[in-house]
């Protein structure tokens, strides 16, 4: 069990500019999910996948932001034109999807500054 | 946005000593979760727990689902310095993402 993985850990951008993490979830997860966290607050859902399938979206995520998991395994994030409130941690995390409430693994993070 | 309470936002105690920290919702949750964060770093899982009522225990950490299902509690026994950082709740509904508290910052003095 090698845990979630998030590439890269920390990224700085101007603003305007396209941003793009990866994830890469244990490997037999089938589910995987994107949270953001700002300081002094908890994680706030994004999205998730079950496998490819991108089955539920927050209204926290803008049209900027588009998340992938073209195969089922590992997952992207991409924000475009990018703005000073997108400057927060992304976290990807995983679980089963089976048998009932797994709990989820996070990775790490990947946290962005936007200046 | 959150659902999840957790007050205080800081505690302090002296190593050694026992805390307990509460979380409450208005809302029915299935699972209840405890995770701890160190700054820089992904939260990792404490404690999961799936039935109303469950207590259960993790080397010096003890936690409960709430009979009601909208709260839980976590308590840690014995303090000592590592036990520093950020503690959140998280509840979750059947097959359902996870929701999180704002977290309760726990320092320990030697």
């Known amino acids: 069990d090698t845990g979630v993985s998030q590439n890269p850990r920390h990224k700085i951008t101007k603003r305007g500019q396209n941003v793009t993490f990866r994830c890469d979830p244990i490997?037999?997860?089938?589910?995987l999910y994107w949270y953001r966290q700002t300081l002094g607050q908890g994680p706030e859902f994004l999205t998730y996948?079950?496998?490819?399938?991108?089955?539920?979206k927050s209204r926290l995520l803008s049209d900027r932001f588009s998340a992938e998991r073209p195969k089922g395994s590992f997952s992207t994030l991409e924000i475009q034109r990018t703005e000073q409130g997108d400057s927060a941690m992304y976290l990807c995390?995983?679980?089963?999807?089976?048998?009932?409430?797994?709990?989820?693994?996070f990775g790490n993070g990947t946290r962005l500054t936007v200046t | 946005g959150q659902q999840l309470n957790q007050s205080p936002q800081s505690m302090f105690i002296q190593e050694g000593e026992d805390v307990s920290m509460n979380c409450t919702s208005s809302?029915?949750?299935?699972?209840w979760l405890w995770y701890k964060q160190d700054p820089g770093e992904g939260p990792v899982l404490l404690i999961a727990?799936?039935?109303?009522?469950e207590l259960t225990s993790n080397g010096r950490l003890t936690a409960q689902f709430g009979i009601t299902r909208k709260d839980s509690f976590l308590n840690i026994s014995a303090s000592i310095p590592s036990d520093v950082g950020i503690y959140f709740c998280?509840?979750?509904?059947?097959?359902?993402?996870?929701?999180f508290g704002k977290g309760i910052t726990l320092s320990v003095r030697p």
């Open positions: 996948f079950q496998n490819e399938a991108q089955l539920e």
């Open positions: 490997s037999e997860h089938n589910r």
């Open positions: 809302s029915i949750f299935n699972t």
């Open positions: 727990l799936y039935k109303a009522g």
């Open positions: 998280a509840g979750q509904r059947a097959n359902s993402k996870l929701t």
């Open positions: 995390a995983s679980r089963r999807g089976q048998g009932g409430n797994s709990p989820l693994h």
